[in-house]
Each structure stands twice: as C-alpha cells, then as structure tokens.
C-alpha cells in the first residue's frame, strides 16, 4: 500500500502507531477483570482532560449521537433552551433540539464571530422559560472558541443549564467543567483523543444529574443514569458491549497524553494553531472567523478569494500526499480547513504549509 | 502478556488476527474514495449474510441500540405490538418498546421452548390492534432457534410486521430476509462475525420502509432513512462518522467467510453445535431446551444440578485458559452457556468439553 495521507482534516486525526498496535489486542471479555481495567484507566484518564472528578461516561455513539443523548436525557418536549448558532456545530445542538420537540431559541447566529456571555445573558433575561443553553466550545465550521467559561458564569447567576459540545476541543485545549461549571460535555475519539471514531464521552454535573430525573424524553440504550451505575461500580463496567478494541486505543492514546503532560499538550495545539494563522496570513489568505481573541487551538478556517475554486485547491494538496477538510455549511463554496488537532506537530503544520503555497503557485499558473 | 483466554462466549467473540491486522491500518478518512470503496464492499459482502437485495444499513451502535433503532422508525406511541418472549432478549424487545409507549403483548413465554407460528398467529388472530411481532432469531439464554422462516409467513397472512433480532445468528445460521418475507433484522459485528464490538446492521423491507414514512417517534442519529440515503449513493458513505476501523476489520472478516464459503461455515457451525450437545449429554448435564427441533447453532445453553455452583464451575474452565458465559436471566442461577460462533472450529469446542469435564471432576473432588 502507498504511504497513507497525512491527515490536517479536523477528524477523524491520525492514530498513532501505539494507539493502532492497542486496538490490535487479542479481544477481551468485556466481563473480565483485565477489561474493566483498562475502561477504569480510560475513565480516569479522561477526568483531567474534562477538568472534572465526576466520572467521565462513555456513550457508544458518536460526539453527535452523545449530543442527542444529552437532549433525551435532560428535557422534555416543549421544553425551552437557548443555542448558539455561530457555526455548524451550534446549528447541529439547534436541529437536534428540535428534531425532540424542544422550543429553540436560536442566539448568536453570527457565524463570522464567537458567542459571548452577552449574547447568552441577553437570551436568558429576555425569556425566563429558557431552562438552557446549548454551546460548542470550538466550531470547526469557523475555527471559533466560544468562551464557555463566560457563558457558564451567566447560566450560574441566572440557574440555566449550560450544554457544551467539546468533540472537537477536549483535549486539545484546556476545559474546566468543575471551575467553570459547567452542566454537560461531550466529546469523542476521534479528533484531540487520536483514535479511532466509536466512542463518545459524557460528563454530567449535580444540576445536570437533577435534570434527568424529571426529562421526559424516553431512552434506554443511552440512558445516562445507567451508564453511571455501570461504570461507577468498584469494577467498572458497561450496561451493554462496548466497543474493546476503542476503549483500548482510548486508553493507550491518553497514556501517551499523559506522558506528554496535558500541559504541553495544549501548548502544542497553541503553537500549531499560531503556526497556521501566521502561514496562512503569509500567504494573502484570510480567515472565516478574524476574532483574534476566540481562536480555538485545533482548526484553523480559511476564506479562499473568489478566483480560488476550493476542491481544486484541496485537490491539489492532496496529490501532495496531504487531506485538508472542505468548508462547512455557509462557508463550503468559499473556504477550506486546516485540521491540528492531536497526534500532529508543528512539522506537520509547516509542511501542509508549504503544500498550500505550491498548490495556489499550481492553481494560478493552470488557470493562466 | 499471557496466552489470551479463548472466548467459548456467545459474543464478543474471538478476532481472528487478519481481521485484528486490517483494524490497526492507518486511519483512512472517511469522506474519500478509498473507505467508501471499503464501506461498499462491506455491504455487498453482508446481503447473503441477511439473504437480502436491499441495502444492509450499518448503524453505529450495539445490536441492542439498533433493535431500540427499529422501534424508533416503526412505530408511534401507543402502537401495539405482539414480542415473543421466550429468552432474555425477546424480554429485551418487550422492554425497548415499552419504554417507547408501545402497547406490548408479552406471547410465547415459556423459555424451555422455541416460539413458533401458531403462537404468533394466535395472538394476531386475538388482536386486529397488533402492527407487528418482535422475536429473535436466537436467544443465546436458552440456545433456541426460535421459527422466523414459519412466523414470517404467519405475517405476511396477516398483513403485520416482522421484526427479527438476529444479533447471536446472522453469519452462523443460514437466513433468508427476501425469501421469508421478513419485515427488519438486526445483526450485529461481534458475534459471527468475527469483529470487534462497535457496529450493528439493519435491513428493512418494503413494508417496513412504508412504516418508517407514519412513525411518529423522534429520531436522529439513528434514522434509517438518512442512512440509506448516504450509504446508497454511488460512492457509500455514512450520515455522520463511522467507526472506521470497525468497518476494516468488518470488511476482512466477510472476506474471511467468503473464502470459506457460507455454507460451509453455516455447516461448521452445525457441526460444533450438534459436538455441544452430545458431548454435554455425554457429561450427564442436560439443555435449558429440551426442543430438540429447535437448537441455534451458535450457542450451547447448560442446565447444571443444583449441587453445581456454575460460578465455581465456570472459574475452573477459566483456569483453563477458557472462558465460557454465565447463565441468563432466570437460568443464572442453574447453568451456564458454551458459545461456539465465528471463528470457532470443532477442535475448539473439543477443548471445552475437555475443560468442563476436568472442572466438574475437581469440583466433585474439592466438594467431598
């Protein structure tokens, strides 16, 4: 087989060698010992990357199906709640939302800059039926940081939940639910984790965990407060089969995180995230979101001039052995993403550069 | 690390190492050429599985998510449906629609025998409210091969649903989705089929796509619809991210079985199951199915004598690198179960009989 893609693509991101060889493990019994080893190694692993003692639930879906769980798990229909529709991901929480019969109140629809805590307190002083607000922490769609740590202040002082879609930032950049306060988080496995898509994560806080109690929404398969019982046990386990070959590579993947230091980690993905907005200013190119202070670490989105057709542009890249994403949403006909996120280093950046910069030399000179 | 346990276990089963290798290959992204080549080759190699033309729909989740799936694209609230319940996972059918607010007729009760046409006919006959019958292929509680082939022609009679939980079956037992003129099945990739937890597949009739058009229940992730419409498409792909490496290892096992032919792994499954059996007669033990019409091939369920205790017995297999499965529901107490699918051959199943007759041997020993 040719050398793989090297993949700048806001995930699924590459698996490191070490990951790949722990998911190759002879498969276990996910009623042994030796597996609820390794699920209470994962789940502790991942506390810090939430920034959370509560314990971390693995929902076997993707970071979208833990998003639908969130919703199933916490309201009931005609419920009110406020989103965030700065970006794809913020319209994901909104069409979901409603998808269940919730009222959604779409806020913030700026997709050229982030959700402020301004936005959110506005919302909920406006209608106090809202009982929550929806957010992504990072958008991939505009590489766009929402300051979750504002808009959980205000959920505070006004007692509103705040649901926070991290799929795309836990990991890579620092989160903390327990200072913050925040209510819920989800991400997944295959973006800051570097491994494999399969496997969800889910954090619940006390107002969260109340909220269950009276949500109306039916669910069974991803009932939180079964995954808790399960997983909160003395020998951790699951309510049903989970996937052992991804817990396994999640588990290896956050050792190799740990040895690191989450510290460095997130230094990392800042000096990536620096690397690519200085390249791609250098190359006369500008950005979805130009808000300097609401850049998220792991993906940088790139407007394209209109003489710039992005899929050859992309195509180009690719023949040059590296996968960038396309545009999202309003910005597919305008722009491309740049993925740096997890198992990638500065050098990777550099090079992906570098690769932009011949394929726009290639582009103008075929369109001559 | 030491010898991995073999998994006499119905379900997750052993990984055969080819299908191990083609799970730890370098992350392919999943919205290119080359995984959608993947992605097709994998459904075209699961229809003979089902017996199917239709497109065989993977849906990220367990086999129990996708039965919970299922009900979810068929039905509304307060729709009544008839579920054979003679094993713990027809008593799982009955509890996912209850939670959903279906009206359940709980027929065929009896675990010690198989669920057949005349029940079924007789409660649809009693009841023009019921839209469909939910029964499972295989109860991996009680080793019963409940009669699809005879409960679908009831239906078809009828004018109702079929619903199968094929989960413990499909890909060890022959099926004919087409030809019996069954409504929905479900399969899912840990069991026969060689691969890691992580994946489950549906496939849907005509009937069952009219169905899905009135049903009321919300859905998202999970709507099938939406799925056939990616995985359809000239290159297949799927709504949201899927587990990839599952997908790979998917693939390689049906080419594994493709090598060996289906039929002749259906008959290698025969074989092991009818080595079981007699070889258990043989221990003196006897079957929570006495239904000798009626036997999966796929697992072996073990009555024991009450002066057995099947945790200690079990734990003395263990000791001999084997591990086999608990009893279910009300047969924990009284038995224990001996999984013989996927990459399981006769040698092995020998093994096992070994094992238990060296454990019942040192268990009448240590008992004196």
Avoid at 167 to 176: K, R, T, Y
Avoid at 200 to 208: Q, T
Avoid at 275 to 298: H, I, K, M, Y
């Amino acid at each position: 087989m040719s050398e793989p893609l090297l993949l700048m693509t806001p995930g699924p991101t590459r698996v490191p060698e070490r990951v790949l060889r722990a998911g190759a493990r002879p498969m276990i019994h996910h009623r042994t010992p030796e597996f609820s080893q390794v699920l209470g190694a994962m789940i502790e692993g991942l506390k810090p990357v939430f920034g959370t003692r509560e314990p971390v639930l693995p929902v076997h879906t993707t970071g979208r199906g833990a998003m639908e769980a969130a919703i199933c798990n916490l309201f009931s229909p005609g419920d009110a709640v406020a989103v965030c529709c700065n970006g794809k991901f913020g319209e994901m929480w909104a069409e979901l939302a409603q998808v269940y019969g919730l009222v959604v109140y779409r806020i913030s629809t700026d997709w050229n800059r982030s959700a402020t805590s301004n936005d959110v307190d506005e919302a909920f002083g406006s209608n106090p039926r809202i009982k929550a607000v929806l957010v992504a922490y990072c958008d991939t769609a505009n590489g766009v940081r929402n300051d979750i740590e504002g808009i959980a202040r205000v959920a505070r002082q006004r007692g509103r939940l705040v649901l926070v879609d991290g799929v795309s930032a836990l990991g890579g950049m620092p989160f903390s639910f327990d200072e913050w306060g925040v209510d819920l988080a989800v991400t997944a496995s295959q973006k800051c984790l570097m491994s494999s898509p399969g496997l969800a994560f889910v954090v619940l806080g006390e107002r969260a965990w109340s909220a269950t109690k009276t949500a109306r929404m039916p669910r069974s398969y991803w009932d939180f407060a079964e995954i808790r019982k399960h997983v909160t046990k003395a020998r951790p386990e699951t309510p049903g089969t989970p996937p052992v070959h991804i817990v396994l590579q999640v588990a290896e993947a956050l050792a190799l995180m740990q040895e690191e230091g989450l510290e460095q980690v997130y230094r990392r993905h800042e000096d990536m995230a620096d690397l690519a907005r200085r390249g791609v200013a250098e190359l006369g190119l500008s950005l979805q979101c130009p808000d300097l202070d609401a850049f998220s670490s792991t993906v940088t989105a790139v407007a394209l001039p209109a003489a710039i057709p992005p899929k050859a542009l992309r195509d180009a890249i690719k023949r040059r052995g590296i996968l960038t994403a396309a545009g999202l949403g309003i910005f597919e006909p305008g722009g491309f993403r740049i993925g740096h996120m997890g198992d990638i280093r500065p050098s990777d950046v550099t090079r992906t550069l570098g690769a932009v910069k011949q394929a726009l030399d290639e582009l103008s000179v075929t369109a001559r």
